[in-house]
């Protein structure tokens, strides 16, 4: 393992090449200002070479059995899980989380590819009994094409896997398009698809600013499918992009998950539940508990049990500390954004119960913070903070519960604590949002579906609904 910085280069048609212009993008490691890497500046003409080359070696791969496919996705896992350490000090490095948590993210981005190698022989078409005597009516499955993925810096190899999965044992050709903030790890992935002998062209990567290649990926005629994992503002911008060819898009965006809890629930489990949501990633997590709901019977023992479990929270530089809770933001921007929210919620109302100072130190470091004391005429329980920031508000029925969780422009996650059957099954039924995780903490299952409501998207990951979304159908008609 090293921690020299490192220059990297794309991948296009199975070759290493710098950008056209020649330009590069240095990376930053948030936690001390080093140099990870400079990676290429990518121009829409190499955009566009990555789309042709993946739009010839299309034909081939969707021909290769599905259950090739899934024997060059598993060995390309097994292959990621050889180099964990070196994926997971740079994604470590490039993005700020403790690296025994990239260890972690590298794992699961190698499982997620095994899991989706294993629908190989499970992606059927449909037999449709017609309304003639004499006619059959096959519906067929195909893939899209060329699918472009266009990745956040929160998670850069889970989101990854996620997306090159489905799109792969599908028949795809895919660009992965990574974070100007976290491509080292992406570009990493291109040097170990080389050593294998990956099909060349099946995947091209590619670094550069949203503006030039997230952009011409979406405009591109030859892509026939984007899907983008970022903010809601970048979403907005995409699929304005994807409408010039009316290409298909999906957009997997902001959250602002509540966390409800009950007077009936386990509160030591719950704070414990919470707290880990809150402070994983430093809080820059799409599905974390954003804003807590205590009802009032709870309130006074949950403010104190809180405030206890955050201050307990360890946190520092990830590479020094690879067991900490909690590593540094993606960059001082962030911690400053963040540090304005918690300053504003307060001049709205809100009461500091800890941190709220940004600490006298290198790096972009925010310490676990709670607020007490907000309701929903504060900023701060409606905007996505992404930062280790935990408003709280309290509540008297579930009826109020319920109507303050739904009242949100996301619908992402959401988080039940209690032990009433009557609550459980009132949220699972009325909850205005995608997920609902009932006395535990978030994270999804690779089986799962992780799809937003409202402004947090449209389509979704994981499972089989997911996969599908790969796929478009074509429906034969035959008479006899
Ligand atoms: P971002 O929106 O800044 O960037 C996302 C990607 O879009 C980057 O690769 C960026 O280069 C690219 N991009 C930027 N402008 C573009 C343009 N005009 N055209 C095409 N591409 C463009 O997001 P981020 O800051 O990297 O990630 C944090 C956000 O992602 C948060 O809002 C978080 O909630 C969200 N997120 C959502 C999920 C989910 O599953 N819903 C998961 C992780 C993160």
Not at 192 to 198: A, K, Q, S, V
């Amino acid at each position: 393992m090293s921690n020299d910085a490192t220059d990297y280069q794309v991948f296009i048609d199975g070759q290493f090449e710098d950008a056209t212009s020649g330009e590069v993008i240095e990376v930053y490691n948030p936690a001390d200002n080093s140099l990870v890497g400079k990676v290429p500046a990518c121009t829409a003409e190499d955009v566009k070479r990555a789309v042709q080359s993946c739009k010839a070696a299309q034909p081939g791969w969707r021909k290769t059995p599905a259950f090739e496919r899934g024997l060059i996705m598993k060995k390309l896992a097994a292959a990621i899980n050889d180099k964990v350490d070196l994926l997971a000090l740079t994604i470590s490095r490039e993005q700020g989380k403790p690296l025994k948590q990239a260890t972690g993210e590298v794992l699961c981005g190698a499982e997620l590819l095994e899991y989706h190698a294993e629908w190989a022989r499970r992606i059927e078409g449909e037999v449709i009994p017609s309304d003639d005597e004499n006619e059959n009516i096959f519906l067929y499955k195909e893939p899209i094409g060329v699918v472009a993925c266009i990745l956040p810096w929160n998670f850069p190899f889970y989101v990854l896997a996620r997306k090159l999965g489905p799109a792969l044992i599908t028949g795809n050709t895919v660009i992965l398009k990574p974070s100007t903030d976290t491509p080292c790890s992406a570009l990493i992935l291109a040097t170990i698809l080389n050593e294998i002998d990956f099909p060349k062209g099946v995947v091209n990567i590619i670094t550069g600013k949203g503006s030039v290649t997230g952009k011409g990926l979406s405009e591109d005629p030859d892509v026939g499918f984007v899907t983008v994992t970022g903010s809601v503002p970048t979403g907005q911008k995409i699929m304005t992009s994807c409408a010039t060819n009316v290409t298909k898009v999906s957009l997997e965006l902001g959250g602002k998950a509540p966390a409800i809890v009950m007077n009936d629930a386990d509160l030591d489990a719950a704070i414990a539940a919470i707290t880990a949501a809150r402070i994983s990633n430093a809080g820059q997590v799409c599905s974390c508990t954003e804003r807590v709901y205590v009802q009032s019977g709870v309130a006074e023992a949950f403010m104190e049990k809180i405030k206890v479990a955050m201050n307990e929270v360890t946190w520092g530089d990830g590479v020094k500390n690879p067991e900490a809770n909690m590593g540094c933001m993606i960059n001082r921007d962030a911690v400053e954004t963040v540090h304005n929210m918690v300053l504003n919620a307060v001049g709205q109302g809100a009461t500091l119960l800890l941190g709220g100072e940004v600490p006298q130190m290198e790096g972009a470091f925010y310490p676990p913070t709670v607020l007490a004391d907000c309701d929903h005429s504060m900023d701060i329980m409606h905007e996505e903070i992404f930062g280790p920031v935990l408003p709280i508000m309290v509540f008297d029925t579930v009826d109020d519960a319920l109507a303050l969780a739904n009242d949100c422009q996301f619908g992402l996650t959401s988080n039940l604590y209690t032990s009433s059957y009557h609550t459980a099954l009132k949220f699972s039924n009325e909850i205005q949002a995608g997920e609902l995780y009932i006395n535990r903490r978030q994270s999804e299952a690779y089986q799962g579906f992780h799809a937003g409501w409202k402004q947090s998207g449209i389509g979704g990951d994981d499972g089989k609904h997911g996969m599908e979304e790969y796929l478009q159908t074509r429906v034969v008609y035959m008479s006899y």
